[in-house]
């Protein structure tokens, strides 16, 4: 797997999933905006002549002009809103610890993490025609620690992504009990 920048990686700690949402999710996002951009087009095309009219008068036409790129430049902020959410909102697992990345706006982003050995419960869950068909919903895993419930959206194959997690939760809590066991045999021998 390609290298990715790890907050706070621990020595030989190995990225297993990197998930991100199902493309389909940005794809729609961005498909809406290209039709929000297509409306000025559409009402020119709608009714020609009384634009043409609306047009013919220089201050109308300089106002209609303006307006239109401030509309444009709205639609252009939001599809990049749009990918930058998307982009952003990361979910990255590894053999020790989960780490949500999630973008909050443009200038704001939140990360929290959660060791392996504290996780209680993962469920997959998928709703609906369209994640049925595509294979992509949601994996909540349960913790015990002050955030409860860490929830990895619209992300694909989540059966799959939830049973990795619980081999991975299951080795690591057989490691952490042996590496206990271990300290009290060797605080028993000192």
Not at 22 to 43: C, D, N, R, T, Y
Not at 118 to 124: G, H, K, P, W
Not at 150 to 160: A, L
């Amino acid at each position: 797997m390609a290298k990715y920048y790890l907050p706070h990686a621990t020595k030989d700690e190995k990225v297993i999933m990197l998930l991100r949402r199902h493309w389909l999710v940005l794809g729609l996002k961005l498909f809406m905006w290209v039709i929000v951009g297509s409306l000025p087009v559409a009402f020119y095309l709608f009714d020609p002549e009384v634009f043409g009219k609306a047009l013919a008068n220089e201050v109308l036409q300089t106002i209609f002009l303006l307006l239109l790129s401030v509309f444009y430049l709205y639609v252009w902020i939001f599809i990049f809103h749009s990918f930058v959410d998307y982009y952003l909102d990361t979910w990255i697992v590894t053999d020790r610890r989960i780490i949500n990345i999630e973008q909050k706006g443009l200038f704001a982003r939140e990360a929290s993490e959660q060791k392996l050995f504290r996780i209680q419960d993962v469920t997959s869950e998928l709703k609906g025609i369209l994640p049925t068909f595509l294979n992509f919903g949601t994996v909540y895993v349960q913790t015990a620690a002050e955030e409860p419930r860490f929830t990895f959206k619209q992300i694909p194959n989540p059966t799959e992504v939830a049973q990795t997690i619980i081999k991975l939760v299951e080795k690591n809590k057989r490691d952490f009990h042996l590496l206990e066991e271990e300290s009290k045999i060797l605080k028993r021998e000192t």
